[in-house]
Protein backbone atom coordinates (compact mmCIF):
# COMPACT_ATOMS: atom_id res chain seq x y z
CA UNK A 1 0.00 0.00 0.00
CA UNK A 2 1.43 3.42 -1.00
CA UNK A 3 0.65 7.10 1.03
CA UNK A 4 0.68 8.15 -2.80
CA UNK A 5 -2.36 8.56 -4.89
CA UNK A 6 -2.95 6.56 -8.16
CA UNK A 7 -2.99 10.12 -9.87
CA UNK A 8 0.24 11.35 -8.67
CA UNK A 9 2.78 12.39 -11.38
CA UNK A 10 5.86 11.06 -10.24
CA UNK A 11 7.75 13.73 -12.96
CA UNK A 12 6.77 16.36 -10.24
CA UNK A 13 10.30 14.70 -8.41
CA UNK A 14 12.49 16.06 -10.89
CA UNK A 15 11.20 19.39 -10.16
CA UNK A 16 13.26 20.60 -6.63
CA UNK A 17 11.16 23.55 -6.06
CA UNK A 18 8.15 21.86 -5.59
CA UNK A 19 6.86 21.27 -1.87
CA UNK A 20 4.38 18.50 -2.54
CA UNK A 21 1.95 20.80 -3.11
CA UNK A 22 -1.47 19.33 -3.61
CA UNK A 23 -0.93 15.86 -2.38
CA UNK A 24 -2.93 14.09 0.28
CA UNK A 25 -1.28 11.59 1.65
CA UNK A 26 -2.77 8.23 2.62
CA UNK A 27 -3.11 7.98 6.67
CA UNK A 28 -3.47 4.58 6.67
CA UNK A 29 0.20 3.89 6.01
CA UNK A 30 0.95 5.32 9.06
CA UNK A 31 -1.19 3.24 11.55
CA UNK A 32 -0.56 0.57 13.84
CA UNK A 33 -0.91 -2.92 12.90
CA UNK A 34 -3.16 -3.54 15.67
CA UNK A 35 -4.45 -0.12 14.77
CA UNK A 36 -5.25 -1.81 11.30
CA UNK A 37 -8.46 -3.98 9.75
CA UNK A 38 -6.52 -7.22 9.35
CA UNK A 39 -6.74 -9.60 6.64
CA UNK A 40 -5.37 -13.06 4.93
CA UNK A 41 -3.59 -12.27 1.88
CA UNK A 42 -1.46 -14.71 -0.36
CA UNK A 43 -3.57 -17.40 0.94
CA UNK A 44 -2.02 -19.69 -1.97
CA UNK A 45 1.74 -18.65 -0.58
CA UNK A 46 0.62 -20.10 3.01
CA UNK A 47 -0.60 -23.08 1.53
CA UNK A 48 2.62 -23.57 -0.14
CA UNK A 49 4.22 -22.68 2.86
CA UNK A 50 2.10 -24.89 5.32
CA UNK A 51 2.90 -28.09 2.50
CA UNK A 52 6.56 -27.34 2.50
CA UNK A 53 7.19 -27.75 6.42
CA UNK A 54 4.81 -30.34 6.50
CA UNK A 55 7.53 -32.27 4.28
CA UNK A 56 10.38 -31.43 5.75
CA UNK A 57 8.96 -32.48 9.23
CA UNK A 58 7.56 -35.64 7.76
CA UNK A 59 11.25 -36.33 6.13
CA UNK A 60 13.10 -35.81 9.31
CA UNK A 61 11.00 -37.86 11.12
CA UNK A 62 11.22 -40.83 7.88
CA UNK A 63 14.90 -40.46 7.59
CA UNK A 64 15.27 -40.58 11.70
CA UNK A 65 13.00 -43.21 12.35
CA UNK A 66 14.52 -45.35 9.17
CA UNK A 67 17.96 -44.38 9.02
CA UNK A 68 20.84 -44.69 11.00
CA UNK A 69 22.60 -41.22 11.49
CA UNK A 70 24.57 -42.25 14.39
CA UNK A 71 26.03 -44.91 12.25
CA UNK A 72 27.87 -42.03 10.51
CA UNK A 73 29.73 -41.03 13.46
CA UNK A 74 30.26 -44.30 15.18
CA UNK A 75 34.05 -45.46 15.67
CA UNK A 76 35.27 -48.38 13.39
CA UNK A 77 37.53 -50.98 14.99
CA UNK A 78 41.05 -52.48 14.23
CA UNK A 79 38.89 -54.98 12.02
CA UNK A 80 36.77 -52.09 10.26
CA UNK A 81 33.29 -53.25 12.07
CA UNK A 82 31.54 -50.08 13.23
CA UNK A 83 30.74 -50.05 17.09
CA UNK A 84 27.30 -50.76 18.01
CA UNK A 85 26.31 -51.36 14.79
CA UNK A 86 28.07 -54.44 12.86
CA UNK A 87 27.23 -57.69 13.74
CA UNK A 88 28.89 -59.24 17.03
CA UNK A 89 29.36 -55.70 18.17
CA UNK A 90 25.98 -54.28 18.36
CA UNK A 91 26.64 -53.88 22.78
CA UNK A 92 29.99 -52.34 22.29
CA UNK A 93 29.17 -49.07 20.93
CA UNK A 94 32.85 -47.19 22.11
CA UNK A 95 36.56 -47.23 20.54
CA UNK A 96 39.26 -48.31 23.42
CA UNK A 97 43.04 -49.05 21.62
CA UNK A 98 44.37 -51.24 23.50
CA UNK A 99 48.21 -51.76 23.68
CA UNK A 100 49.14 -48.61 23.65
CA UNK A 101 52.42 -48.85 23.49
CA UNK A 102 52.75 -50.92 20.69
CA UNK A 103 50.15 -48.82 19.04
CA UNK A 104 51.84 -45.13 19.86
CA UNK A 105 55.43 -46.67 17.94
CA UNK A 106 53.17 -46.87 14.53
CA UNK A 107 50.73 -43.64 14.60
CA UNK A 108 50.22 -44.72 11.38
CA UNK A 109 48.43 -47.71 12.16
CA UNK A 110 47.09 -47.17 15.81
CA UNK A 111 43.37 -47.87 14.88
CA UNK A 112 44.65 -51.10 13.94
CA UNK A 113 45.30 -51.53 17.57
CA UNK A 114 41.78 -50.75 18.40
CA UNK A 115 38.45 -53.13 19.91
CA UNK A 116 34.57 -52.22 21.05
CA UNK A 117 34.07 -51.87 24.27
CA UNK A 118 31.31 -51.37 26.52
CA UNK A 119 32.41 -48.59 28.53
CA UNK A 120 35.77 -46.50 28.58
CA UNK A 121 37.61 -47.04 31.65
CA UNK A 122 37.80 -44.18 34.14
CA UNK A 123 40.30 -45.97 36.57
CA UNK A 124 43.17 -48.11 35.28
CA UNK A 125 41.68 -51.13 37.80
CA UNK A 126 38.34 -50.28 35.61
CA UNK A 127 37.85 -54.42 33.92
CA UNK A 128 37.62 -53.75 29.66
CA UNK A 129 34.55 -55.42 28.17
CA UNK A 130 35.76 -55.75 24.52
CA UNK A 131 34.84 -57.81 21.47
CA UNK A 132 38.33 -58.85 20.53
CA UNK A 133 39.75 -58.40 16.65
CA UNK A 134 42.27 -60.33 14.68
CA UNK A 135 45.08 -58.20 15.72
CA UNK A 136 43.61 -57.82 19.69
CA UNK A 137 43.31 -61.42 21.02
CA UNK A 138 42.39 -60.66 24.87
CA UNK A 139 40.35 -57.39 26.60
CA UNK A 140 42.96 -57.23 29.74
CA UNK A 141 45.88 -55.09 29.11
CA UNK A 142 49.58 -56.24 29.50
CA UNK A 143 50.82 -55.10 33.17
CA UNK A 144 52.05 -51.50 32.86
CA UNK A 145 49.72 -50.85 29.67
CA UNK A 146 47.07 -50.06 31.74
CA UNK A 147 45.33 -46.12 31.35
CA UNK A 148 42.40 -44.27 31.95
CA UNK A 149 40.40 -42.80 29.34
CA UNK A 150 37.68 -40.17 28.87
CA UNK A 151 34.66 -40.61 26.55
CA UNK A 152 34.17 -38.23 24.05
CA UNK A 153 31.57 -38.66 21.41
CA UNK A 154 32.01 -43.00 21.91
CA UNK A 155 36.08 -42.72 21.56
CA UNK A 156 37.89 -43.34 24.61
CA UNK A 157 40.47 -40.71 24.69
CA UNK A 158 43.54 -41.77 26.51
CA UNK A 159 44.20 -39.87 29.75
CA UNK A 160 47.96 -38.36 28.93
CA UNK A 161 49.19 -38.31 32.29
CA UNK A 162 48.48 -42.06 32.86
CA UNK A 163 49.89 -43.21 29.78
CA UNK A 164 52.93 -45.79 29.86
CA UNK A 165 56.19 -43.86 29.68
CA UNK A 166 56.63 -45.21 26.58
CA UNK A 167 53.60 -44.33 25.12
CA UNK A 168 54.14 -40.80 26.30
CA UNK A 169 57.18 -41.01 24.41
CA UNK A 170 54.97 -41.41 20.93
CA UNK A 171 52.08 -39.43 22.02
CA UNK A 172 52.76 -36.19 19.89
CA UNK A 173 53.32 -38.78 16.78
CA UNK A 174 49.96 -40.15 17.26
CA UNK A 175 47.82 -37.16 17.85
CA UNK A 176 49.56 -35.46 14.79
CA UNK A 177 48.64 -38.57 12.73
CA UNK A 178 45.05 -38.55 13.86
CA UNK A 179 44.97 -34.63 13.05
CA UNK A 180 46.15 -35.53 9.33
CA UNK A 181 42.72 -36.74 8.98
CA UNK A 182 39.58 -35.25 8.13
CA UNK A 183 37.61 -36.84 10.80
CA UNK A 184 40.28 -37.58 13.16
CA UNK A 185 41.53 -33.88 13.06
CA UNK A 186 37.71 -32.60 13.57
CA UNK A 187 37.06 -34.55 16.44
CA UNK A 188 40.51 -33.42 18.19
CA UNK A 189 39.85 -29.93 17.30
CA UNK A 190 36.57 -30.27 18.78
CA UNK A 191 37.70 -31.74 22.12
CA UNK A 192 40.43 -29.61 22.33
CA UNK A 193 38.18 -26.74 22.13
CA UNK A 194 35.25 -28.50 23.86
CA UNK A 195 35.21 -25.95 27.29
CA UNK A 196 36.07 -22.69 24.46
CA UNK A 197 33.12 -23.82 22.56
CA UNK A 198 30.55 -24.16 25.38
CA UNK A 199 31.48 -21.04 26.98
CA UNK A 200 31.35 -19.30 23.47
CA UNK A 201 27.84 -20.69 22.73
CA UNK A 202 26.54 -19.39 26.60
CA UNK A 203 27.71 -15.68 26.00
CA UNK A 204 26.90 -15.63 22.64
CA UNK A 205 23.24 -16.52 23.94
CA UNK A 206 23.71 -14.44 26.79
CA UNK A 207 24.75 -11.67 24.91
CA UNK A 208 22.00 -12.23 22.35
CA UNK A 209 19.18 -12.03 24.84
CA UNK A 210 20.71 -8.93 26.34
CA UNK A 211 20.87 -7.29 22.68
CA UNK A 212 17.43 -8.57 22.06
CA UNK A 213 16.10 -6.39 25.45
CA UNK A 214 18.57 -3.16 24.48
CA UNK A 215 16.84 -3.49 21.00
CA UNK A 216 13.49 -2.95 22.70
CA UNK A 217 14.53 -0.13 24.70
CA UNK A 218 16.41 2.02 22.44
CA UNK A 219 16.37 0.65 19.16
CA UNK A 220 17.32 3.73 17.15
CA UNK A 221 20.53 4.61 18.80
CA UNK A 222 21.61 0.32 18.85
CA UNK A 223 20.54 0.32 15.00
CA UNK A 224 22.95 3.12 14.27
CA UNK A 225 25.93 1.25 16.58
CA UNK A 226 25.30 -1.69 14.92
CA UNK A 227 25.45 0.16 11.28
CA UNK A 228 28.93 1.68 13.14
CA UNK A 229 30.41 -1.66 14.09
CA UNK A 230 30.08 -3.03 11.13
CA UNK A 231 31.79 -0.68 9.35
CA UNK A 232 34.47 -0.61 11.81
CA UNK A 233 34.85 -4.26 11.65
CA UNK A 234 35.32 -4.52 7.76
CA UNK A 235 38.07 -1.33 8.04
CA UNK A 236 39.49 -2.62 11.09
CA UNK A 237 39.72 -6.15 9.72
CA UNK A 238 41.48 -4.79 6.59
CA UNK A 239 44.22 -3.00 8.54
CA UNK A 240 44.77 -5.65 10.67
CA UNK A 241 45.23 -8.25 8.11
CA UNK A 242 47.72 -5.83 6.23
CA UNK A 243 49.45 -4.90 9.34
CA UNK A 244 49.81 -8.85 9.88
CA UNK A 245 51.36 -9.41 6.18
CA UNK A 246 53.32 -6.24 7.27
CA UNK A 247 54.90 -7.81 9.99
CA UNK A 248 55.57 -11.27 8.66
CA UNK A 249 57.19 -9.71 5.97
CA UNK A 250 59.55 -8.29 8.21
CA UNK A 251 60.37 -11.22 10.14
CA UNK A 252 61.25 -12.91 6.65
CA UNK A 253 60.78 -11.25 3.35
CA UNK A 254 60.62 -14.34 1.23
CA UNK A 255 57.26 -14.42 3.05
CA UNK A 256 56.02 -11.94 0.28
CA UNK A 257 55.93 -14.39 -2.36
CA UNK A 258 54.45 -17.30 -0.65
CA UNK A 259 50.34 -17.58 -1.09
CA UNK A 260 49.74 -16.71 2.89
CA UNK A 261 50.69 -13.14 1.71
CA UNK A 262 48.91 -12.98 -1.55
CA UNK A 263 45.52 -14.25 0.37
CA UNK A 264 46.40 -11.53 3.54
CA UNK A 265 46.26 -8.88 0.96
CA UNK A 266 43.38 -10.17 -1.40
CA UNK A 267 41.25 -10.41 2.18
CA UNK A 268 42.17 -6.82 3.06
CA UNK A 269 41.11 -5.25 -0.33
CA UNK A 270 38.58 -7.47 -0.23
CA UNK A 271 37.17 -6.24 3.46
CA UNK A 272 38.05 -2.05 2.36
CA UNK A 273 36.05 -2.58 -1.36
CA UNK A 274 33.03 -4.02 1.05
CA UNK A 275 33.51 -1.38 3.61
CA UNK A 276 33.13 1.06 0.49
CA UNK A 277 30.16 -0.24 -0.84
CA UNK A 278 28.49 -0.58 2.76
CA UNK A 279 29.18 3.09 3.14
CA UNK A 280 27.65 3.93 0.03
CA UNK A 281 25.03 2.03 0.55
CA UNK A 282 24.31 3.99 3.58
CA UNK A 283 24.85 7.69 2.09
CA UNK A 284 21.78 6.40 -0.60
CA UNK A 285 19.50 5.55 2.58
CA UNK A 286 19.58 9.60 3.16
Known amino acids: MSSLPDDFSRSQLKDRSWKGDGIQVNKDIAKKPTDKNRRCTDVLCCLVFVAFMVGMIWSTVYGYVNGNPGKLIAPIDGDKNI ?3 SS ?8 YIDDISTAASDPTNVFSYSVCVKSCPKEKTDAIDCQTTS ?3 ACT ?5 EYTTTDFVNYCI ?3 DSLPQEAKDNWNSV ?3 INKTSY ?5 DLYEARWVLLLASGLCLVTTMIYIKFMDWCAYWLSWLSVVLVFAALVGSGIWTLQLRANAIEKDPSYEDEAGATWLNFYAYSAFIAAGIYLLVMICCF
Do not use: M
Not at 141 to 145: A, F, I, N, R, S
Not at 184 to 188: E, R, S, V
Open 175 to 177: KNE
Open 184 to 188: GGAFA
Open 141 to 145: PEPGQ
Open 83 to 85: CGY
Open 135 to 137: VTK
Open 88 to 95: GVEDYPKL
Open 158 to 160: PVY
